[in-house]
T-cell receptor, first 114, second 115 residues
């Protein structure tokens, strides 16, 4: 799976949009971009994923550049409960064998400030 | 919403004890996984299962075994706990037939301390 690069930390004011960038310049054509977050002492929580089109769900939006070499996760109205480590992952959509390639990097520590 | 439930959030066990970590998912997923997460080492796959009674070793299976007697339940067993197995253990599940992405969903985690 392609490697990803994320800033180690970011701050965001409560109520404002949080934009978390991720570089994945070596992404392959069949690799998806996934975002998870992990609040301290809890398991990772799935947020959103996409292949090449922008995606939106009730939690966030995912913007993927046309060349797919980078993406941005947008939390439209950040709250204090969004403080967490956010992980950007790229992985191939395969059957069960792809599980071992779920590699979490260092992620971005997002701190939402009151 | 997918729910992956791990039976114990916090456990303290003695060296040499047999430890069972239970995991149940409620979405009829075929795939289930056990990971451990340690600071600086990230997420490491211990075992996974793609069907009832089927299992495959992950990257660090030594010292662990698993059991999947029913589709919704996947158990991790530490036959003889050791202090280097002190960690957070994460259960996860996914459905390879769900269409694009094959998203993996995680449980809340089980913090195991072996003393």
């Amino acid at each position: 799976d392609a490697k990803t690069t994320q800033p180690p930390s970011m701050d965001c004011a409560e109520g404002r949009a949080a934009n978390l960038p991720c570089n994945h310049s070596t992404i392959s054509g069949n690799e998806y971009v996934y975002w998870y977050r992990q609040i301290h002492s809890q398991g990772p929580q799935y947020i959103i994923h996409g292949l090449k089109n922008n995606e939106t769900n009730e939690m966030a939006s995912l913007i993927i550049t046309e060349d797919r070499k980078s993406s941005t996760l947008i939390l439209p109205h950040a709250t204090l409960r969004d403080t967490a480590v956010y992980y950007c992952i790229v992985r191939v959509d395969e059957s069960s064998g792809s599980a071992r390639q779920l590699t979490f990097g260092s992620g971005t520590q997002l701190t939402v400030l009151p | 919403d997918v729910k992956v439930t791990q039976s114990s959030r916090y456990l303290v066990k003695r060296t040499g004890e047999k430890v069972f970590l239970e995991c149940v998912q409620d979405m009829d997923h075929e795939n289930m996984f056990w990971y451990r997460q340690d600071p600086g080492l990230g997420l490491r796959l211990i075992y996974f299962s793609y069907d009832v009674k089927m299992k495959e070793k992950g990257d660090i299976p030594e010292g662990y075994s698993v059991s999947r007697e029913k589709k919704e339940r996947f158990s991790l067993i530490l036959e003889s706990a050791s202090t280097n197995q002190t960690s957070m253990y994460l259960c996860a599940s996914s459905d390879p037939h769900m269409g694009s992405g094959n998203t993996i969903y995680f449980g809340e985690g089980s913090w195991l301390t072996v003393v």
